[in-house]
């Protein structure tokens, strides 16, 4: 006897440890399966491309091409939502039998496929990707799955995950989306008849608020839950309505694939700032002074310190992205046109590195060039007139064209092509030996956002940054091969001579007035303006140490402009832009980085140049090497027993070589000594002196 109850009690040990054990693998497997459905919760959100400070600029289509938001719905949605779907959700445990025997029957004696689903067989329906697929072994797949969802998880998660992947038509997962597309508001803010109308979508989606299906499914739903009014739907602007793309999506989308952006990604641009830009850029075309002007582009650069990159903070290439006239839908931001004088200061800096300063003389008079046709070719300033010999800071600052085309002749045309192509990693639309002096007059090609990058080295103390639109994200500019790390362009002197430069509002006067649209409300910035031949092209750049703007005007048709100038035309814009920024907090008025420049007293006056600077000898530079043919002010020889330097000129000079007289001639020879370092000074024939050259002899 007492063996038998030995025997029945192991018996019942063994049964419970069995138990125990299919508990225990149950639970693993619900838990697992839990995880599986959270999982896929988790990927089916849409991944979104927010701006600088987390608002929605686009979002992204999930695998089954829903655009699926997050957000529970208001606790008055939810409560009408249980009514609606499961009014017993709070009591089972993902199955409702009475539900199920109810759907069962209705299928198998009339025929009829009745509901029977509870919101959780319905949310792991969608989970699982099974909506369209309604199978026998499905079906019982999902039982399993609904087990396990409630057995891990809290009703009102439950209820947030369903509301959150639930289909409301027009390609939109989730309650919140749904209500800020069709309504323009959240569900905090709906009324109970609202929120029917929405709630209609769930069973029928193409029925949308407004139809007439929806309107009669609303009042029956009402009838069935206490809710007796079902206000008219009212439908709403597109631009409130759509939450998937905002208008700046339109000139970005060219730069990075957005679709990059998984889940979700943060650009450095401000949604709002470029929206208001946008509005200043239509604005101004709509008036009168613009009649001839169907397109312009801005482009905003906020500048990064020491190894940090450049970021985008607006870009706008259109006034109207969804306009269908004038050329509305051509992004003329990453539309190439020709630069006009913009490109002075890039010319002048390379000078600069040379030798040349701020009083360097110009001569700025008639000069007669040979072309690749065989034809002469004459450059003319802007208005004709020849001043003679003028500073590079005043040929700067009136924008004159001679000046220009002397000092990239004296700096080397193919130097200048390397330094483009090398350097700055411009790919130009044609062969760059092609565009010859024409650089100097306005010739190369530039979209703005290309020039707005290259603009950034000035006030980067000669430093070339990459360019992001988000951390880590390099713009793909066209035109341009990115930098990989910063890299140093020009040296920290010549930018800080350059700002100074172009920061001077008065020295320009006598060719943009005491007036213009270049005159801001604060000191510390600086200016170019450009226009291209026959007023296609209307250019003006300008910059502080925060940010860099770069604004044009012009048609995308190509047709020409009544006489609309870079001061004049696209200046309104940039006053206005940069008005704003200084406003919105993006310039904070500072100095430029000073590096060193000192005050200079020339014959022409006060200028300023560079401690270490020999000024008799910078400000004859260029005059001195349009006599003086050989040798190179710093030319470096290799110094060998009975060697002969050449000294050539244009016409017979008197040289002399550490003060010694050396000769008279056209053309003479030196033989060096020694090694070490001569000057070699030339004079007019009972003259002045008009060259003085260092040279270096080295064995």
């Known amino acids: 006897m007492l063996h038998k109850r030995k025997l029945g009690m192991k018996r019942t040990k063994d049964i419970l440890v069995i138990l125990l054990a299919l508990c225990f693998v149950l639970f693993l497997v619900a838990g697992k399966m839990n995880n599986e459905l959270h999982a896929a919760h988790a990927r089916g959100i849409s991944g979104e491309v927010l701006d600088r400070g987390g608002e929605l600029l686009l979002r992204l289509p ?121 309504f323009g508001k959240n569900t905090a803010a709906l009324q109970d008849g609202e929120i029917l109308r929405l709630l209609v979508l769930l069973s029928a989606p193409s029925a949308e608020p407004g139809s007439a299906g929806n309107t009669a499914r609303a009042k029956n739903i009402g009838e069935r839950l206490g809710v007796s009014e079902i206000p008219a739907y009212e439908d709403i602007p597109r631009g409130v309505q759509e939450v998937k793309k905002d208008p700046a999506l339109f000139e970005l989308a060219a730069l990075y694939p957005m679709s990059a952006c998984t889940p979700s990604c943060t650009l450095s641009v401000d949604r709002e700032l470029t929206a208001k830009i946008r509005a200043i850029v239509h604005d101004a075309l709509a008036t009168k002074q613009f009649a001839s002007v169907g397109n312009a582009a801005v482009a905003v650069i906020k500048l990064g ?15 109207d992205p ?23 200061p890039f010319i002048y800096s390379r000078a600069i590195e040379r030798g040349l300063r701020p009083y360097s003389l110009i001569d700025d008079a008639e000069y007669r060039y040979e072309i690749g046709t065989g034809y002469a070719f004459y450059p003319k300033n802007y208005d004709g007139i020849y001043r003679g010999d003028v500073t590079l800071h005043y040929a700067l600052a009136n924008s004159l064209n001679i000046p ?72 793909g500019v066209p035109m341009l091969t990115m930098p990989a790390e910063p890299e140093r362009i020009f040296r920290a002197t010549t930018t800080a001579l350059m700002n100074k430069m172009l920061a001077d509002r008065l020295l320009g006067v006598e060719q943009f007035g005491l007036e213009s649209n270049l005159n801001l409300p604060f000191a510390e910035y600086a200016v170019k303006t450009g226009t291209s031949y026959d007023y296609h092209d209307s250019w003006t750049v300008g910059y502080t140490p925060d940010v860099v703007v770069v604004v044009w005007i012009g048609n995308s048709d190509n047709k020409p402009m009544d006489l609309v100038t870079g001061a004049r035309g696209a200046g309104k814009i940039w006053n206005e832009v940069m008005t704003l920024l200084l406003a919105e907090g993006d310039i904070a008025p500072k100095a430029f980085d000073p590096r060193g420049v000192v005050d200079v007293s020339t014959a022409e006056g006060r200028s300023f140049g560079l401690p270490d600077d020999d000024p008799p000898h910078a400000r004859l530079i260029m005059k001195e090497s349009s006599i003086v043919l050989e040798p190179h002010d710093k030319d470096v020889l290799q110094f060998e027993e009975g060697m002969a330097v050449p000294l050539r000129a244009k016409h017979s000079l008197v040289w002399k070589v550490n003060g010694t007289l050396l000769g008279e001639g056209e053309e003479l020879f030196w033989t060096p000594t020694q090694s070490g370092n001569y000057t070699i000074d030339a004079f007019e024939q009972g003259g002045p002196h008009v060259a003085s050259l260092r040279v270096r002899v080295v064995r």
Do not use: C
């Not at 310190?305 to 006034?319: F, M, Q, Y």
């Not at 050329?327 to 490109?343: E, H």
């Open 404 to 475: 220009a085309v002397r000092a990239l002749e004296w700096g080397g045309i193919d130097e200048f092509g390397i330094f483009l192509e090398g350097a700055l990693g411009f790919t130009p639309r044609r062969a760059i030996d092609t565009y010859q002096l024409s650089i100097a007059l306005g010739g190369l090609e530039m979209n703005p956002l290309l020039l707005a990058h290259y603009f950034t080295v000035f006030p980067r103390g000669g430093i070339l940054a990459p360019l992001e639109v988000g951390s880590g994200m390099r713009a």
């Open 62 to 182: 999930n695998t089954k091409g829903h655009y699926e938001t997050r957000g529970g719905g208001s606790p008055r949605l939810r409560e009408l939502t249980v009514l609606k779907e499961d009014r017993f959700f709070y009591y089972h445990l993902g199955v409702n039998p009475v539900s199920l025997a109810r759907s069962l029957s209705s299928t198998l004696f009339s025929g009829l496929r009745a509901g029977g689903s509870t919101i959780t067989q319905q949310l792991v329906k969608n989970l699982l990707g099974n909506e369209n697929d309604r199978t026998i072994g499905n079906k019982i797949s999902e039982l399993f799955y609904s087990f396990a969802l409630e057995l891990n998880t809290p009703k009102e998660a439950i209820l947030t995950m369903y509301l959150e992947s639930a289909y409301f038509g027009r390609q939109l997962a989730g309650v919140e989306g749904a209500s800020q597309y069709y």
């Open 305 to 319: 310190r020491d190894d940090e990159p450049n970021t985008l903070l607006a870009l706008v290439g259109s006034p």
């Open 322 to 344: 969804y306009g269908v006239s004038g050329g509305s839908q051509v992004n003329m931001a990453l539309s190439p046109r020709p630069i006009g004088s913009t490109w002075k």
